[in-house]
């Protein structure tokens, strides 16, 4: 089985809590929607449409380990980056491991 930074756990954390700004961004924009563990949002938007989701996204080597496959997905394909929050996955990881607080990164896309 393959591994990448992707496995390494501190870099996991930094994935979650992405993941986590992502979620409360997406929330200020449509409340009744939310942010899987691959990162992409589902829901019912402002408007009435319906995002549904219910398949494993592509782009997954069969080599990734089975309990890094979230984290694979979210570390090369960086789901509603920038739209709703200013920092893409690859950004974000990067702020973390130069010093960046979580806190000090929250700020959401306009």
Known sequence: MASGPWDDPTIQAY????????QRCVKKVHPRCNVDTFGRMYGVTNS??????NYDPDGI???????????????FHTPLGDEFYPYSCMEYIE????????????????
């Open 61 to 75: 080597p069969d080599t990734v380990i089975p309990t890094s496959r979230e984290y694979y997905y979210t570390y």
């Open 95 to 110: 702020l973390r491991t130069s010093g960046a607080s979580a806190a000090s990164l929250k700020g959401c896309s306009p």
């Open 48 to 53: 009435g449409g319906l995002i549904t989701i």
């Open 15 to 22: 994935l979650r809590e992405w993941r986590q700004h992502v």
